[in-house]
């Protein structure tokens, strides 16, 4: 399957799914990355593995809806089938996520439903949650919600701080989002109301 990856900045979870698509085994092939920002990391990254880019620079659009029109065209002209957003920074409109219905996927730095949104480690500390995690889901119009293919959890210790629990949250990232994105490049997710069914293959 063709995958199209929308990223705004590091690219550390791009990364992650270039690494995992390297493999002639895996059932994707990253084909088109796309940022929003010019001159991020995660571009570079993309070019190092051979794989085209594109800068849609968002402020360069009267309309949320004319922004996501442009990366959609981009995304088919490229016959692109599943789309992944890595740390994209940019609310979607209706019609672009309703038009990648079960195709598009977001991975979000918490346990959902718990702290979506921004500063999701900071908040899981101040919550004083002993577990924390991240979350791999198909992309709905509410932010961060729609149904979970993946979740992996980390414990939070006392001594942690914003920047030593993102990280082991990250280590799991890395893991957690190739593994989701095998699972529907591999059609083995089916999704009924809020949740995602994964047929186990063996
Ligand atoms: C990750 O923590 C991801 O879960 C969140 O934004 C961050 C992006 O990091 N959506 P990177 O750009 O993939 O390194």
């Not at 890595?86 to 730095?109: D, T």
């Not at 991240?134 to 992309?139: D, K, Q, R, S, Y």
């Not at 293919?149 to 989002?177: C, F, K, N």
Request: glycine share 8%.
């Amino acid at each position: 399957k063709k995958v199209g990856v929308l990223v705004s900045g590091r690219g550390s979870n791009l990364q992650a799914l270039l690494d995992a698509c390297a493999d002639p085994a895996f059932p994707a092939e990253i084909a088109l990355v796309i940022s929003n920002i010019p001159g991020v990391y995660a571009l570079e990254r993309a070019e190092k593995a051979g794989v085209p880019t594109l800068v849609i620079p968002h402020k360069g659009f009267a309309t949320r809806e004319a922004f996501d029109a442009e990366m959609d065209s981009a995304l088919r002209a490229a016959g692109i089938e599943i789309v992944c957003l890595a740390g994209f920074m940019r609310l979607l409109s209706a019609g672009f996520v309703e038009s990648w219905r079960e195709r598009m996927i977001n991975i979000h730095p918490s346990l959902l439903p718990s702290f979506k949104g921004l500063h999701t480690h900071q908040r899981a500390i101040e919550a004083g949650v002993k577990l924390h995690g991240c979350t791999v889901h198909l992309v709905t119009p509410d932010l961060d919600d729609g149904p979970i293919l993946i979740q992996a959890a980390v414990p939070v210790l006392d001594s942690d701080t914003e920047d030593s629990l993102a990280a082991r949250v990250l280590e799991q990232e890395h893991q957690a989002y190739p593994a989701a994105l095998k699972l529907v490049a591999e059609g083995r997710v089916t999704v009924k109301g809020p949740r995602a069914f994964i047929r186990d293959d063996g």
